[in-house]
């Protein structure tokens, strides 16, 4: 489990961010469009590099823009992104798609497919290994998006939107499967779904205009939120 802390300025999108994710935690990190949650997943990702940033994930800095200046890496970031579609490899079997994971840390490809398979039993897609992508309906090339992204056991996930892609009839399993495979990670969620924040995060960041206006517990901010966006999204 490993502690976030990020502090960056990107004034040619007018984003002055200070955030906090507590290890073991999942917080989300909600606002209006243009408020700056996807630029950060984008700066957290290794997409954007701000002229100005520290950025730390456990004792690890992961970006410093001054004095001892450092630039990780994105494959070495130990971050691992959940897109809302599932963006699962089209010409790779089930099983290799969550194995894949592994096999970029170096697993062997053989005990690399016993545990993806193992995790495919997790998300309810056992005997679905050999399948392609496409022969998957949307809410099971989900779960095995989130099972690669589990098996991954990333220093950070970061979700973005994991259920707007989903049909209604799907939404609750998948909202129940990252309740259980969130466990004692440490995550940040971008949502616009009320259930699914006071499902998932314990915590909630409300960004206005590129900058944070409210920081706290979920029911915290649920139960006091701050005029405008917040108040909205819990009324």
Known sequence: MSELSAVFRLPARGLDIDI??????TTALIGPNGAGKSTTFDVL???LTPPEAEITLGARPIVRTTGRKVRVPSHKRGIVQLAQAPLLFPTMTVVDNVAFALRCRGVARREARIRAASMLERVDLA???????HQ?????AQRAAIARAAIAEPDLLLLDEPMSA???DSVPHIRALLTELLGDATALLI??????VEALADRVIVLDEGAVVQAGTTAEAAANPVPGFATRFFS
Do not use: I
């Open 20 to 25: 906090a994710v507590p290890a073991g935690s």
């Open 45 to 47: 990702s290794g997409l």
């Open 127 to 133: 005997g679905m290994e050999d399948r392609r992508p």
């Open 136 to 140: 998957l309906s949307g809410g099971q």
């Open 166 to 168: 989903l049909d209604r």
């Open 191 to 196: 949502s616009h779904d009320r259930a699914d």
